[in-house]
């Protein structure tokens, strides 16, 4: 098997072209399968999936007491965590279980979708989505937009940053009755956003259903979402009301996937799935295309596949499916993505171009901020128990995700898998969109352009000696360089998107490295055109 062992002296690190080190602490248990939930004497039964906002909390779903009590347990702002919210009675109804699904706001409200029986009623088993004590989208509650319709149910919420949630519900004309309408909704007037029989400019027909993994950024100015549409069944990628595109070309199922975003020839979308989109519209998307089923996953930004099947991200062979992603509003993502062991495939985490730990890697277990070396990851787990940060103020970043673990019995006594919350924390700047060195004059700006814009390198202080720029792909190859010598003076260069031939580099994410003096480094480049 495969196996990266962590030092207990010494942080994880690889390096990324001529940029710094990435390094990460190690993946440390926060909450554990068996122990009380901190603060209660309940036990924890199960974990399921994390949340993060935009004020550096973070939070989980607990199971508890063999699964007869659901819990939130976190942090709204990174300050000590404790439990944050607990099923019960509320607002004429009983809460008897959470949804793994859940978003929490900067201020720490949360959006949730708790199983419920009506105490007027005694009806059991209510579906809904709930803002704190309020139960805005209830099975069986009056459908706000129209008073002769129902809710049939909600599910999968989020929330803003500012604390705005969002959703994917049903509607019926009777009450109790079955599912007649979709929609994904926003805030607790429930604002259709998208709703089954509306038309999506360049998808064919009209909506049908709407995909669970739909998203909306920090502050829910932009939002990402897959819908099916009547012609064909069609299922079709939307950002802010109308099909994304990609090189002309509209991310719709059986569309071709262009060349210059990546595609194979002949290749067609097939399918989405994890998805995300950032305040400024940066956005990324997880699924599969018609090519063979050797190099059909993929993972896009903006279009534009960074990763797909069977490419070799620092230095591991991705095979098999996603089981997770997340985008960041930095633009940082990170993925949870098999790659190819000695023995099999096996689930592992990454971060953006960085492998980070696979199945069969030691974690902390006792939370000392050791690794403990007769532990390993046994699995993965949950649906979308992967959450990542925003940027902190030092450049790092905070993954949250779930994970079974091979852990000792007793001393000779074999082991056991038991579940656990990890966090784990990596540094430096080399996660971020710009991958540049902190000390360092040189700087490339925008860190996503085009043709229009350009994009420009410099030193932004002054330079003495000898200098050189490299625009090399994510698989190392050089397009374009530029060297000189300076003298003491500040250095720019503008690269419009050609390689060293004269032919117009494909959209996609590129390194700029460059070298003065003994120095060296990278920054990230988003090109699309």
């Known amino acids: 098997m495969l196996r990266r062992l962590f030092s207990p002296a010494a942080a994880l690190s690889c390096l990324v072209l001529a940029a710094p080190v990435l390094e990460a602490q190690v993946p440390s248990a926060l909450l554990r399968e068996g122990d009380l939930v901190p603060g209660t004497g309940d036990v924890i039964s199960g974990l399921n999936n994390t949340a993060v906002n935009h004020n550096g909390g973070y939070a989980a779903t607990v199971s508890a007491n063999s699964a007869s009590l659901s819990l939130v347990w976190g942090t709204a702002d990174g300050s000590a965590p404790a439990v944050l919210r607990t099923e019960g009675p509320v607002a004429g109804y009983e809460q008897t279980s959470f949804e793994s699904f859940f978003g929490m706001s900067n201020d720490g409200s949360l959006a949730y979708s708790p199983s419920a029986t009506d105490t007027l009623t005694l009806v059991t088993g209510l579906d809904g989505v709930w803002l704190d004590d309020d139960p805005f989208a209830v099975e069986e509650q009056v459908y706000q937009n129209d008073p002769l319709r129902f809710w049939s149910f909600g599910s999968r919420p989020g929330i803003t940053g500012t604390g705005t949630p969002y959703w994917v519900g049903g509607v019926t004309d009777t009450q109790g009755g079955s599912t007649q309408d979709r929609g994904l909704f926003l805030g607790t007037d429930a604002t259709p956003i998208i709703f089954s029989g509306d038309a999506i400019p360049g998808a064919p027909g009209v909506v049908t259903n709407i995909s669970f993994d739909g998203r909306f950024s920090a502050l829910g100015t932009n939002y990402i979402v897959e819908v099916t549409m009547s012609a064909g069944t069609t299922n079709a990628l939307v950002i802010n009301g109308s099909v994304a595109t990609v090189a002309g070309g509209g991310l719709v199922e059986d569309e071709p996937v262009p060349v210059e975003a990546g595609g194979q020839s002949g290749e067609a979308w097939a399918n989405f799935d994890f998805a995300g989109i950032t305040e400024s519209g940066l956005w990324m998307i997880t699924g599969d295309t018609s090519g063979p089923t050797s190099s059909d996953e993929f993972l896009s930004i903006n279009g534009s596949i960074v990763h797909r099947e069977g490419d070799v991200v620092d230095g591991q062979t991705l095979t098999g499916a996603i089981e997770g992603a997340y985008l960041n509003e930095d633009g940082d993502y990170a993925y949870i993505w098999d790659i190819v062991g000695d023995d099999g495939s096996l689930e592992a985490l990454f971060l953006r171009d960085h492998f980070l730990l696979a199945e069969g890697d030691p ?167």
């Open 363 to 529: 974690v902390d277990w006792d939370g000392d901020g050791m690794i403990d070396e007769d532990t390993s990851i046994d699995a993965f787990t949950g649906i979308s128990s992967l959450t990542l940060s925003d940027r902190n103020p030092d450049e790092t970043v905070d993954l949250y995700f779930t994970a079974d673990i091979n852990v000792p019995v007793s001393a000779g006594a074999g082991t056991e898998v038991r579940e656990a919350v990890f966090h784990l924390n990596v540094a430096p700047s080399t996660t971020s969109a710009e991958v540049v060195t902190v000390s360092s004059p040189f700087r490339v700006t925008p860190t996503v352009a085009n043709s229009s814009t350009g994009a420009v390198f410099e030193f932004a202080q002054p330079v003495q000696g000898r200098y050189r720029f490299d625009v090399v792909t994510a698989q190392g190859r050089l397009l374009r360089s530029w060297d000189g010598v300076a003298a003491g003076e500040a250095v720019r260069q503008v690269w419009d998107g050609r390689e060293m031939n004269g032919r117009r580099a494909p959209n996609g994410i590129y390194f700029v490295r460059y070298r003065v003096g003994e120095e060296a480094g990278a920054q990230r480049l988003v090109w699309i055109d």
